[in-house]
Structures are given as structure tokens and as C-alpha cells.
């Protein structure tokens, strides 16, 4: 089965750029989506294949996939990025309809 | 507007049967696709299956076929999630999204999610 895979936690500071990365074996060859997930909310789409951003997501919020990896990228992070962040794909590799999920990255503000 | 309003927060016992619901409304229900989505305290999002409201084809993840069955009724524009025989790890929260396609699909509205917790 397809396994994506996300650093457990990322730091940053106020204001300074966050990358969050999903790693899977030719990810470059799927589309890539992202959410993100505050405590106690239900997950929010941020990215779009792999670096759309749907209405209402701001321009520092952007998504980037190339090779091995897909990058999540916000920039000028603020209080308020403070979420859990899951990336997925849909694999076409299995013979049925097949979401597969990253295990989730916690970022955290300093 | 496009909402997905799920029931409320359910506490049953081992063997008992549950039906959760995910209503919704500003859009085609029979256009789009519904997912069901899992979550364990403290994890990560799990698919567990789909269903197309229009025929009620349904698709389900392996790791959960036989253990849930997913419904549709169109006349009410809701979608539900069941299950015949509770166990403790069903523990979960659980959410409903709407897919945007199919090929490549991902969430693009997502229900409140509906907290089920299974204690004797």
C-alpha cells in the first residue's frame, strides 16, 4: 500500500516561514491535497493539487511537489497557524478507490 | 452555503447498534460523493468509506468493510454511517465530507464530525 510520510512536529517562530513535508515514494505523480485541523474543529482544506488554494486561504499559504516529496509552505506564520496538518492523496495504485492519508504533522507557534 | 450538519456526540455499551447522520444542504447531494472519515483519540484521519447518494454505490476502505455500512436518502439530502455491533475501539470521532471528484478527489466540506464513545 502507498504510505505518506510527515515529520510527527515542526517549531517555528512568529512570523518566520514553516515547512511541512510529505514523503512518499514518486509522489510527484499524484496530486496532492492538504488540511488543517485546530483542536477540537473538523479538518479544513488548505491545498488543492498540490498547490491550488481554495477561496478564502491566504497567498502565505502554498503548497509546492516534486520528486519524493510534496512541501506545505506558510509563510509569516501567525498565532492562529497553530494546527495539526495532514496531507493525501488518492491512490490509484490499488485496484479500488483509496484514500491515503499522512500521519499528520502537530505545528507549533513559539 | 454548503453545510454537512452531523448528529450529536453518542455514548453506548459494547453489542449496542448505532446510526449517525450527516445532513446536508446548499449544494446537489446527488452530484457529489460522501465521504466518512475516521478519527482515534489523539490520531489521525482514516477513510473508511464512500458513498455516491445518486445510486447509493458504495465503496468501502478494506480495513473497515464488514465492520460499518454507509447509507444515503436522497428525499432528505442526509448520509449516515452505521453500526450493528459497537466495540470499544470504535471509540472515535467521526467526521462526513463532501469529495470533490473522484479521481484525485479530496474533502472540500467537512460535517462537524460526531463524537461516539463505546464504554461498558
Known amino acids: 500500500s502507498y504510505v505518506l510520510t510527515q515529520p510527527p512536529s515542526v517549531s517555528v517562530a512568529p512570523g518566520k516561514t514553516a515547512r511541512i513535508t510529505c514523503e512518499a515514494d514518486?509522489?510527484?505523480?499524484?496530486?496532492v491535497h492538504w488540511y488543517q485541523q485546530k483542536p477540537g474543529q473538523a479538518p479544513m482544506l488548505v491545498i488543492h493539487f498540490d498547490s491550488d488554494r481554495p477561496s478564502g486561504i491566504p497567498e502565505r499559504v502554498s503548497g509546492s511537489n516534486s520528486g519524493n516529496t510534496a512541501t506545505l509552505t506558510l509563510s509569516r506564520v501567525e498565532a492562529g497557524d497553530e494546527a495539526d496538518y495532514y496531507c493525501q492523496v488518492w491512490d490509484s495504485t490499488s485496484d479500488h478507490f483509496n484514500w491515503v492519508f499522512g500521519g499528520g504533522t502537530k505545528l507549533t507557534v513559539l | 452555503e454548503v453545510q454537512l450538519v452531523q448528529s450529536g456526540a453518542e455514548v453506548k455499551k459494547p453489542g449496542e447498534s448505532l446510526n449517525i447522520s450527516c445532513e446536508t444542504s446548499?449544494?446537489?447531494?446527488?452530484?457529489?460523493?460522501i465521504a466518512w472519515v475516521r478519527q482515534m483519540p489523539g490520531g489521525g484521519l482514516e477513510w473508511m468509506g464512500i458513498?455516491?447518494?445518486?445510486?447509493?454505490?458504495?465503496k468501502y476502505s478494506p480495513s473497515f468493510q464488514g465492520q460499518v455500512t454507509i447509507s444515503a436518502d436522497k428525499s432528505t439530502s442526509t448520509a449516515y454511517l452505521q453500526w450493528r455491533s459497537l466495540k470499544a475501539s470504535d471509540t472515535a470521532k467521526y467526521y462526513c465530507a463532501r469529495l470533490q471528484g473522484y479521481y484525485n478527489s479530496y474533502g472540500d466540506f467537512w460535517g462537524q464530525g460526531t463524537l461516539v464513545t463505546i464504554s461498558s
Open positions: 446548499g449544494y446537489s447531494f446527488t452530484s457529489h460523493w
Open positions: 458513498i455516491y447518494p445518486e445510486d447509493s454505490d458504495v
Open positions: 514518486n509522489i510527484e505523480s499524484k496530486s
